[in-house]
């Protein structure tokens, strides 16, 4: 066993010392086997020494190495014998890439939360203050990531330490410092007790949006929401919603976008009265934003925010900014707003939806551009339990006309794709006068994907509605299309067929499918013929053993005479999985 143990690391020394990065990255990729095979004091006494020693590596080996690491505490014995990882992980959380520096960031995390509380205080929180004390930037940055694991579980005077600490990263001289605070001060709040949030960490925050460079209070609006649920209410409404306010006027849009991202689940910890009173007003001036990417975030946030607001103040001040996005100049906003806009219908109620959200519809489904009306009619729902399907059918089927005949292929793919959608809430009646022709037409499209996605639309329309719908109305039209001259419509006639026997009755595949195979194993085209193969195999299951002897074996032996190899091959396939299912 000795000498089995040895051989691992002496490959593994070998492979590290190689002059090729690849062999010792595939070394570094192995460490878990190798530790596993070496054993837990091997493992401690030579194998993470001997990596501590050669920590000036190739970016891609140490990024393996510091991933690595963040699993290995059961492979140095446990919790109690983790703190051995945390020099090496310590020495690549201050190099100079910065991906290897926030994986070994990340490791530290996985490591710390599994040590015992003594070693926190004796071991993890001394490695925070020397990363946060670090004289190269690097280090500095990488402490800001791993406060929130070390503060929760260290005595009061190591806490009021890392207070300290954190303070003086905010208002490092360093922007890039100051920024990696910005970004962490959140998840370092949400750990930190209630009353030194308020009392100390909420300054931090202050002084930070009012940092001269961009990026610090871009990131420090990520904390926002943080802030929101570490404060106690009325602290977040005192103290956090003047900042709130101030964000969604910054002079940086990017500023103003982070806003947006997060304004719902600010208004959610800060309550429906403030939402309501000083809320609702910023939101206003953020949807009526000078920049486009704003009014983007703005709009896809219009439903999730109107929510929160009285139907009362919906009406009078967010739907003519609504209004004004349907007929927005960037085609991204007017998508972005027609994804969500029709959700507004279940909070508004009949009346208001009619009177108001309805232009609003109508607009957006006459859009020029493909992507808004595909928005729209994908949430058609909302709306249709609101108002009835009456009046939603006479905006809605010029609308799916256009998208069904554009130009662009990938346009009528989405339609027919969402046809099974439609259908679902526009009722059998509506799909067969209405969808039903433009199914069929979309059934001989030029392009074969969205043909076959036509023929797995009819399938989940036929299991809607039911087998005995998709025998009146699916099936005989799906059979007339097979006299098509081109070969090609006529394989995805029979994939059509196929895909619908499973849902008809029985006698419906003997007595009007069944035939149109079979015959259509007489065509002139090969392909045609080797689908007709592949498609009776589909179907045997479907069949007692009568109908296979007297109509499906015959037709089969048949190709298996066939001049063309790949009939041949196909039909002796369907022929062997015939014989089986007769059999059982």
Known sequence: MAEDTVLPIAILIDELKSDEPLRRLNSISRLGTIAVALGEDRTRSELVPFLSENIDDEDEVLLAEAEQLGNFVPYVGGPSHAYILLP?????STVEETVVRDKAVESLGKVGSQLPDNTINDAFAPLVKRLATGEWFTSRVSATGIFATAYPRCVPGLKAELRQLYSQLCRDETPMVRRAAAHKLGGFAKSVEKDFVSRELMPLFTDLMQDDQDSVRLLAVESCSAFATALSREDAVNNLLPVIIKFAQDKS????YNVCTQLVDLCTALGTEVTRSELAPAFVRLLRDSESEVRVAAAGKVSAFSKLLAVQQIVPTILPCVNELANDSSQYVRAALA???????????KQATIEHLVPIFLTLLKDTNPDVRLNVISKLDQVN???GIDLLAQSLLPAIKDLAEDKHWRVRLAIVEHIPLLASQLGPEFFQDKLGPQCMKSLEDQVATIREA??????????EFGGDWAKEHLVPPILAMMKNQHYLYRMTVLTAIS???????TDVVISSMLPVIISASKDKVPN?????????QRIAPLLDRPVIERSVRPCLTELCDDADMDVRFYAKQALYAAD???AA
């Open 580 to 582: 089986g299912t007769a």
């Open 385 to 387: 339990q609101v108002i």
């Open 499 to 505: 895909m619908l026997a499973s849902i008809v009755p």
């Open 528 to 536: 045609v013929k080797f689908n007709v193969a592949k498609m009776l």
């Open 339 to 349: 994804g969500v806009v029709m959700e507004l219908a279940p909070v508004l109620g």
């Open 454 to 463: 036509t023929a797995k639309t009819l399938q989940k329309i036929g299991k």
């Open 88 to 92: 090496l992980l310590e020495n690549l």
């Open 253 to 256: 849009w990017r500023v103003r």
